[in-house]
């Protein structure tokens, strides 16, 4: 198993504090790659740059650029941009967000998401392949524009074009960010990797059938062999359990009972599969009456150890054994340059 640095959500204020040392740490150390993220405020491609500079080795992963933030095109002349720019290091990962952000914040619809996933990433690699002038017969993402559905009518005047810069590689990485059995069954078969948000190593039956069903798929890019599985994980040392319980339970309750709507919330599904409907119901209900420190008191610590790695370092070292095991193959955790290199001994040895 592999380790990787991710460096999380920006606060209101700003990057994380002592990330820079941090990246710098995980370069030394060898780890796989770092990773940026973004929501509704910072973007995950500018910090990337910016802290991959003062990189060798590490590999430059995005988790994730959401899709409706840019055209395929455009995500795909940055992909090109940053894989130059580090010596071919990027990896592309990508997801849809939801329909709060995408439809709230970009403007966009989030109808038939795992179609408009499959056209966006055919239209990169596409142009990553400089095979010709790019088109693609849509329906949700056709190229040159059609108009249609509402929108306006074309000029009459867009053309296929052909990429007039050469990449470093013509197939980089695309891994996808999922949670629901079709979409990580979508990325088995069309990706290059898997990044999920929550993963249980104690669940492992249902993650294995849903990529098993990609794997499955005519044509499929990989086998379970050659896949990557990179899972975000928690990561709090201390002797305090519980507490380190109680600093990650207002976390777990927005994503739980605050990202979506009530029976719409893709991450609440994640709990529910593992056994927890009924405290994901009432987490729900007291998030969205806007009281948040009750829904967080009710998150389970039996769920947040299934999901986190707590507690004193022999803990953890023990606790590692279920992800050893696991389908993942990349352990992403957060911390300060000390914390990644005690990970890095516990996980590499």
């Known amino acids: 198993m592999q380790l990787g640095y991710t460096t999380g959500y920006w606060s209101p204020w700003g990057p994380p504090t002592g990330v820079e040392d941090a990246i710098a740490e995980a370069d030394r150390l060898g780890l796989h790659s770092i990773w940026s993220a973004e929501s509704y405020g910072s973007d995950a491609i500018s910090p990337l740059a910016w802290w991959g500079a003062a990189t060798k080795t590490v590999k430059l992963g995005t988790s994730i650029i959401q899709l ?103 197939d ?24 999920p948000l929550f993963y249980s190593p104690q669940h492992e039956d249902f993650y294995r059938e849903a990529l098993d069903a990609g794997f499955a798929v005519d044509g499929a890019r990989h086998t379970r062999e050659s896949f990557e599985v990179c899972a975000t994980v928690p990561l709090i040392i201390t002797d305090d359990v519980e507490g380190a319980a109680d600093f990650l339970r207002p976390m777990y309750a927005l994503y739980f009972g605050g990202m979506g709507a009530k029976g719409t919330n893709f991450h609440a599904d994640v709990a529910i599969r593992m056994g927890y409907e009924a405290e994901v119901d009432r987490i729900t209900d007291l998030y969205l009456e806007g009281r948040k420190d009750e829904a967080a008191a009710l998150v389970p610590t039996s769920l947040v150890e299934q999901l986190a790695l707590i507690g004193p370092r022999e803990k953890i070292d023990h606790d590692l054994d279920a992800w050893r095991d696991s389908q993942v193959t990349t352990l992403l955790v957060g911390g300060d340059a000390a914390t990644l290199r005690t990970v890095a001994e516990l996980v590499l040895g």
């Open 68 to 170: 409706s933030a840019r055209t395929p095109a455009m995500t795909a002349m940055t992909a090109m941009t940053i894989d130059h720019l580090s010596g071919g290091r990027f990896i592309c990962g990508l997801g849809v967000s939801g329909p709060q952000v995408v439809e709230g914040w970009y403007g966009q619809s989030f109808r038939r998401p795992l179609a408009r996933t499959r056209e966006y990433i055919a239209i990169m690699r596409d142009i990553w392949a400089r095979r010709g002038p790019v088109t693609a017969p849509g329906p949700q993402l056709p190229l040159p524009y059609a108009g249609g559905g509402g929108r306006p009518e074309p000029t009459g005047l867009g053309k296929p074009i052909k990429s007039n810069l050469r990449p470093v590689r013509e």
């Open 172 to 195: 980089i990485p695309v891994y996808l960010g999922a949670e629901g059995p079709r979409n990580i069954a979508l990325a088995a078969e069309i990706c290059d990797g898997w990044l």
